[in-house]
């Protein structure tokens, strides 16, 4: 474990020296159009992948790319990392966050958040940050954009048991546009709050759009079943590949299911 934690060490550094490259890069793009900063936050997020990779031996797989719908959508990945916040940009072309407005407070970083027109919300406003946040959405959504929504509000480890927010359900009824479900393992190979990055390939899956105009019920019932079972099977197999690698799974990528728990 050793080499690993060298490597580890190496990638953090080169990762945010990376991203204030890239920052600097981007700030001609306040006087440009939104699409240019996209453009410049998708090189990020590639080189960033290209960086794990070289320095981590952390290969990337996607899968069912050609199941993506063209224009406006949901877009809801299973959320176990900060890796997917930037490795799905590449793949949509006006890609829109949902994010605590703390963030926007960042020099630079949060400035180019408003330039590309995030959704920041205020959590101290309680029960109405739902419906601002549904309203945003729809109207952002309504104009095109590919609203990437993590379904469990917050990353949660591996083996963790998953608890789907209300919120994505109000937001899918009031957008009236079909959901991309997003199956994905990031969790064995980047944990969330860890230092480590572990060498094998993470996995990503776009399964079957989901259409507009089910219930909310139905909805949130299908899109957590459709992530869950690919997700666990994306992990398995993620596990199987650190079993070669390590004789084992890495102690800090993963908790102790708990089976007693429910999916829903």
Not at 51 to 56: H, I, Y
Not at 181 to 196: C, D, K, T
Not at 199 to 207: A, Y
Request: aromatic share 12%; hydrophobic share 50%.
């Amino acid at each position: 474990m050793t080499r690993i934690f060298i490597r580890s060490l190496i990638f953090n550094v080169l990762f945010y020296l990376l991203l204030v490259f890239w920052i600097l890069v981007a700030i001609p793009t306040f006087l440009l159009p939104r699409r240019a900063l996209i453009k410049v936050a998708k090189m990020w997020g590639q080189s960033s992948i290209w960086l794990m990779r070289v320095v981590c031996g952390t290969r990337v797989e996607f899968r069912g790319v050609e199941k993506i719908p063209a224009g406006p959508l949901i877009v809801a990945p299973k959320h176990q990392s900060m890796w997917e916040t930037f490795a799905l940009l590449q793949f949509f072309d006006a890609p829109l966050y949902i994010l605590k407005r703390e963030l926007t407070w960042i020099p630079f970083f949060g400035w180019f958040l408003i330039k590309a027109d995030m959704i920041a919300i205020n959590r101290q406003k309680g029960g109405r940050i739902l419906m601002e946040m549904a309203r945003r959405a729809s109207e952002e959504v309504n104009r095109g954009r590919q609203l990437i929504i993590f379904p469990e509000g917050t990353r949660t480890a591996v083996g963790a048991p998953p608890h789907y927010k209300a919120g994505i359900a109000q937001i899918y009824a009031d957008c009236n546009v079909p959901c991309l479900p997003v199956a994905l393992n990031s969790g064995l190979f980047w944990p969330r709050r860890q230092f480590m990055r572990y060498p094998g390939t993470i996995m990503v899956e776009f399964l079957d759009p989901l259409p507009a105009g089910m219930s909310r019920r139905d909805f949130i019932d299908l899109v957590s079943e459709q992530i869950e079972t690919a997700s666990n099977r994306l992990i398995e197999a993620g596990r199987l590949e650190q079993e070669a690698l390590f004789g084992g799974v890495p102690s800090t990528a993963t908790v102790v299911p708990d089976r007693t728990a429910s999916n829903q």
